[in-house]
């Protein structure tokens, strides 16, 4: 088998099971770093949303293919690049934040709209941490978690869009 079969094989379902795989790999390191206490902020975990609604849509599309549903497999894999693609432009924006080219949601960069007690301040400063979206908190390679997010969001939809074009 050549590289090229192994990385684009010529069957349906087992181009489902590789971007199935790819998800679930992704979602299963984000949650080993915040096991080893990188907390997300609030859009990391938005980001996740696309890998939890890619993986079953790649099960779903090798259900599919391998009952010979070739068109049904076809919008699938189709859907799932348009997940993908979403999340792609979704997490260059999380890029932006980090990198302070534009504003974030002010729920977790900082900004407050109204006055505040000082008593009430503190006690939720004492029970509540807010993870900052603007502050990168790993560097792996030179990229932010959300900067391999683009990349590995990127990646999947193109792999998607190219398995969606092949006829089997």
């Given amino acids: 088998m050549s590289l090229a079969e192994a ?3 010529p ?12 998800a679930l790999a992704t979602l299963a390191a984000v949650w080993i770093f915040q096991g080893l206490g990188y907390e ?16 079953p849509l790649a099960a779903l599309t090798a259900l599919f293919a391998s009952r010979s549903m070739h068109g049904l497999a076809r919008a699938g894999f189709a859907l799932i690049a348009l997940v993908f693609l979403a999340n792609v432009a979704f997490a260059f924006y999380h890029v932006g934040v980090e990198a302070h080219w534009w504003p974030g ?13 000082v008593k009430d301040l503190m006690k939720a400063l004492e029970t509540t941490r807010v993870v900052r979206c603007d502050e990168v908190q790993l560097r792996i ?12 969001s990127a990646a999947l939809a193109i792999y998607a869009a190219l398995a969606a074009k092949l006829v089997r």
Wanted: charged share 10%.
């Fill in 40 to 55: 997300p902020c609030e859009l990391c975990l938005t980001e996740r949303y696309a890998f939890y609604a890619g993986a």
């Fill in 7 to 9: 990385l684009l094989p």
């Fill in 11 to 22: 069957s349906q379902t087992r181009r489902a099971v590789l971007i199935l795989l790819a």
């Fill in 141 to 152: 390679l030179g990229l932010s978690l959300a900067g391999w997010d683009v990349v590995a």
């Fill in 105 to 117: 949601p002010t729920a977790c960069t900082g900004a407050l709209s109204a006055p505040v007690d």
